[in-house]
């Protein structure tokens, strides 16, 4: 009975013992009818927040009636930096079309316009990895339901998807 005890004790010891995954998951999909690629990326909030305050000298406060007005600004600054992405072998910039907070996860909605098919698409992403060197970034891509993925670290921060 004590051997039973001892076991759940060190069982929920485990179970409430925090511990921090650092990992950021961006699906992309080619919309045939309006001819873009759009792309959601979702990135826990303290995570970012991190890497934008100490890269850029500043105090983001996200989620807080003191977050910066220009936070947009800063989240598309850093996402071009650390985010890039190749169509066909054709680099492209895409477009920061908003951002959405849900619990402890930030939504980032990007799109790339006049994108009339999809044959290959280059990854490189880096998002959070100079601060947290563990981070995984996992992309999902769905090409006229064909379904392909890559994950990306910090050896190995670019990819190849062939359509």
Do not use: C, W
């Not at 076991?7 to 409430?16: M, N, V």
């Not at 996200?62 to 996402?79: A, G, N």
């Not at 992405?85 to 930030?106: A, C, Q, R």
Request: a positive charge; aromatic letters at 14%; proline letters at 1%.
């Amino acid at each position: 009975m004590k051997k039973i005890f001892y076991l759940l004790f060190i069982a929920s010891f485990f179970s409430f013992s925090s511990h921090k995954y650092y990992i950021a998951l961006t699906e992309i999909e080619h919309n045939e009818e309006k001819k873009s690629v759009q792309m959601i990326m979702n990135v826990f909030i303290d995570d970012i927040e991190k890497a934008i305050n100490k890269d850029y000298d500043t105090n983001l406060q996200l989620t807080t009636k003191k977050e910066l007005k220009d936070v947009d600004h800063y989240f598309s600054i850093y996402l071009n930096k650390h985010f890039k992405i190749s169509i066909n072998k054709k680099e492209h910039t895409y477009t920061f079309i908003g951002k959405e907070y849900d619990g402890d996860i930030v939504y980032f909605y990007l799109e790339i316009e006049n994108i009339e098919q999809v044959n290959i698409i280059e990854i490189q992403n880096n998002i959070l990895i100079k601060h947290f060197p563990e981070q995984q970034n996992l992309i999902k891509a769905k090409i006229k339901n064909n379904r392909k993925s890559l994950f990306l670290t910090k050896k190995n921060d670019k990819g190849l998807l062939k359509f």
